[in-house]
């Protein structure tokens, strides 16, 4: 892939085409005396499902690979879109003499439609948001 987002990773299991990969999160807060109150509390692992062009087994290293303009889709789908309907929302409302708490509310409301439709439109979403497991060479 030309321009690609990725990050390395364990195979945990196998599905045919599907390989559910572990990643090791790493957090540079592991000194810091406040890690507790901003929520940082541990390193974790991250499970990730994505797809596999040639054949894996467990414990394989892989590397997972998001095209640049799959992850410029996941930024505009998860941040940019909602900001714009939070932001048309309220304008909208507020411009047609709506009072500030019902702005606010109806923006709001309208992130959490945004947020249903997206829900309901995951699938097609998936096939565009394609992540694929890459061997790691040895």
Known sequence: M??????????????????????GVVSACNHCQAKVACGVVRAANRTVHARAAVPLAPGDAVRLEL?????????????????????????????????DAVAGVGALLSVAAYFGLVRVLRGTLTRSLRIDAVPEPV
């Not at 990725?6 to 559910?20: F, K, N, Q």
């Not at 799959?70 to 900001?83: C, D, G, N, Q, T």
């Open 2 to 23: 030309s321009e690609a987002v990725g990050s390395c990773g364990t195979v945990a299991s196998v599905d045919g085409d599907r390989v559910e990969v572990m990643i």
């Open 67 to 99: 095209s640049a303009a799959s992850a410029r889709l996941a930024l505009a789908v998860a941040f940019v879109a909602p900001l714009v309907v939070a932001l048309a929302a309220m304008a909208g409302l507020l411009w047609s003499g709506a009072g």
